[in-house]
């Protein structure tokens, strides 16, 4: 069964700090690894991440695919109370397709 | 660009009657919509993937008699709850992808359905 499993579930830190958020994954056939952000609606598209484009960066927001521990990490940097949110991890699979396999999410919470 | 919308974004119902929810693509189009149903406090799992012209692949455990699926268009899928129940009350959210070759999905802002 394909698992996508994120940590860490929740974290509070104060505005202006660095977090790191983890996501690792047992799939079969994969081909791609989304970061998505949710705030009160939909998930927005963050980045995607293929054997073909491991790392990516947007502003303060950056990400990493390792595709050898099978994880990603994505990193926010001087992180705003804008960025409070929950950040799913989601991975796409080759062959056809498939929807997307979603983690749970991190929880960020970001205190001015 | 990559705009998905979805309709309505929030409905009330009875228990026993249908719903139907529409997603449209509206400055692509897109061969393959998703549909994800979202708990409260849960994360998105993935129920149907719908193909344009062509019958809809179900996950497991989702029943195709319940959730009717049409993608009828290049910009428009469907899904019909068909006589809701209150355990079906939940944020159903729709995806579009722009197209074959490309493997990023674009979410639509949800339906929050609610079965009274």
């Known amino acids: 069964e394909d698992k996508v499993v994120q940590s860490p579930l929740s974290l509070v830190v104060h505005e202006g700090d660095t977090v790191t958020l983890n996501c690792s994954y047992e799939?079969?056939?994969?081909?791609?690894l989304l970061w998505y952000k949710q705030e009160k609606k939909a998930p927005t598209f963050l980045f995607m991440l293929?054997?073909?484009?491991i790392e990516k960066k947007s502003g303060r927001l950056s990400s990493i695919l390792d595709k050898k521990e099978l994880s990603s990490i994505l990193n926010i940097t001087a992180t705003q109370t804008g960025d409070s949110a929950i950040y799913l991890c989601?991975?796409?699979?080759?062959?056809?397709?498939?929807?997307?396999?979603f983690g749970k999410g991190t929880h960020l919470i970001i205190q001015p | 660009g990559a705009v998905v919308s979805q309709h309505p974004s929030w409905v009330i119902c009875k228990s026993g009657t249908s719903v139907k929810i529409e997603c449209r693509s509206l400055?692509?189009?897109?061969?393959?919509m998703f549909w994800y149903r979202q708990f409260p406090k849960q994360s998105l799992m993935l129920m149907a993937t719908?193909?344009?012209?062509?019958?809809?692949?179900?996950e497991q455990g989702v029943e195709k008699d319940k959730f009717l699926i049409n993608h009828a268009s290049l910009t428009l899928s469907t899904l019909t709850v068909t006589s809701a129940h209150p355990e079906d009350s939940s944020f159903y959210i729709c995806?579009?992808?722009?197209?074959?070759?490309?493997?990023?999905?674009?979410f639509g802002p949800g339906t929050r359905l609610t079965v009274t």
């Open positions: 995806s579009a992808r722009p197209g074959p070759g490309t493997y990023e999905q674009y």
């Open positions: 799939v079969t056939n994969f081909r791609s």
């Open positions: 293929t054997s073909s484009g």
């Open positions: 989601a991975v796409g699979k080759r062959g056809g397709a498939d929807g997307l396999t």
């Open positions: 400055d692509f189009q897109a061969t393959t």
């Open positions: 719908s193909n344009e012209g062509s019958k809809a692949t179900y």
